[in-house]
């Protein structure tokens, strides 16, 4: 079955388990090819196909995306200028690739969503190092739930537990987070 | 490094707790402070991260998606089902000693206690180390995944090869120290769970204590594991209440 570039779209947006495969079957061995002959592993293609789809997520969280093109041509653009960006950042030979790009200019705008992606990506992979009472305390406290229900909720002594455990929490997730070193590049 | 005040400053300015005078003194010093105002946005951008459930379900959605295997990760899906079968073996096992408990055995045991007490301590990992992940860090993330998945040999290994490296390495030893009571070699655990301890201020020492005293347990060393509990009982630890219980019945 093939599904229509809007079905695709809509798929995206609510992370529909078929869509993803059929995204991941269809297009992703055109982006494996093209990582694979500029300087990049199929692992690194795995990686951006990947990021690729949730800075379109992303970009479709904040407005629709209505596109001219069909959806091959979209996320091989968009995989194309992020994979760029990376080796950019890796102060790799460049020519390759900028000899051959005419962006679309629908992907022009992803750059900005990538860095966040980058950056959340990273903050979120420490998050889920912390130990899972951590992750519930933090969650609780961001959806301002107080910290006497926190307490309740958990089974936790009081209040002046709860503060303190969150506040140790944060502070080694901000640790753990400075101390990677994908910290300094994102 | 950011120093402690002004840590709790900014963690109460975004948690809304605050006074008028102290929001205005925190405001005036941003605009002079550029340090401060780039710790603000760390914190800002750590929380939004945080409550993206959805992109973090999308992202472990995506990491699920088969690409062809490689002969490699087909030979791990194989090792993973035998101890597939093992761990059901075990809760087979743990069930029926716990059913043989609640028919009337009046005595506590130190398995007693295990069978009723322990559980391993539990993990949600959905991030893939991306390709520019240093080594330290794609071992960790493997280790994890493999201990998620009740793979503790193969996790322990994993954890034994950044050890090797660091042997005060937290999270490796604390994870060591469940595997390791998962594969019965509590003397090993047991030096686990006194490493991080050692450390004194970090994110593992209630659950180490805790796990300390199961250690303690099944070696036989059972004032060991009362002067542990003792101190938990004694404590705010997470776990009071179950080392309250747990003392009524050793003692």
């Known amino acids: ?186 | 490094m950011m120093n402690e005040k002004d840590f709790d400053r900014i963690e109460n300015y975004l948690d809304g707790q605050l006074n008028e005078n102290e929001i205005l003194d925190f405001e005036k010093d941003l605009m002079d402070d550029l340090d401060l105002e780039m710790e603000l946005n760390l914190h800002n951008e750590i929380n939004e991260a945080i409550m993206e459930d959805d992109v973090m379900e999308l992202r472990s959605k995506l990491e699920a998606i088969d690409i062809p295997a490689t002969t490699e990760e087909k030979r791990k899906a194989k090792f993973h089902g035998k101890w597939r079968i093992a761990a059901a073996s075990m809760i087979l096992f743990i069930g029926m000693a716990s059913v043989y408990y609640m028919l009337g055995n009046k005595t506590y045991s130190n398995e007693e206690i295990f069978m009723n007490y322990y559980k391993p301590y539990g993990i949600v990992i959905n991030t893939r180390s991306g390709t520019d992940t240093n080594e330290a860090d794609r071992i960790l993330d493997q280790a994890l995944k493999s201990y998620e998945a009740k793979n503790y040999r193969t996790a322990l290994s994993l954890f034994q090869t950044i050890l090797e490296k660091d042997s005060t390495n937290l999270t490796s030893n604390f994870y060591s120290g469940i595997s390791n009571i998962q594969v019965q070699e509590y003397l090993k655990a047991n030096k686990n769970f006194l490493r991080v301890l050692d450390h004194k201020n970090n994110l593992f020492i209630e659950q180490s204590e805790w796990y300390l005293g199961i250690c303690y347990l099944m070696t036989n060393k059972r004032e060991k594991a009362i002067e542990t509990y003792r101190a938990i009982a004694e404590g705010n630890s997470f776990y009071r209440t179950k080392a309250k219980e747990i003392l009524n019945k050793l003692e």
């Open chain 1, 1 to 186: 079955m093939d599904y229509t570039t809007e079905a695709i779209l809509e798929g995206i947006g609510t992370s529909n388990n078929d869509v993803l495969n059929y995204i991941y079957r269809k297009f992703f061995p055109d982006t494996c090819r093209f990582v694979e002959n500029n300087s990049g592993t199929s692992e690194d293609a795995r990686d951006l196909f990947q990021e690729a789809i949730i800075v379109i997520y992303r970009k479709m969280k904040k407005s629709p995306i209505v596109l001219t093109c069909n959806f091959r041509t979209y996320i091989y653009s968009v995989c194309r200028l992020l994979w760029l960006k990376k080796l950019e950042k890796r102060n790799d030979n460049l020519d390759i690739i900028k000899s051959d790009v005419v962006l679309d200019q629908q992907v022009d705008d992803v750059s900005k969503s990538y860095e966040q992606t980058e950056k959340y990506r990273l903050y979120q992979k420490h998050f889920k190092q912390l130990p899972p009472d951590c992750q519930e305390i933090m969650k609780l406290y961001l959806e301002k739930v107080s910290a006497k229900e926190i307490a309740k909720r958990m089974g936790f002594a009081g209040e002046d537990y709860v503060k303190s455990r969150k506040y140790k929490c944060k502070q080694t997730l901000i640790t753990n987070i400075k101390n990677d070193n994908q910290f300094t590049e994102v």
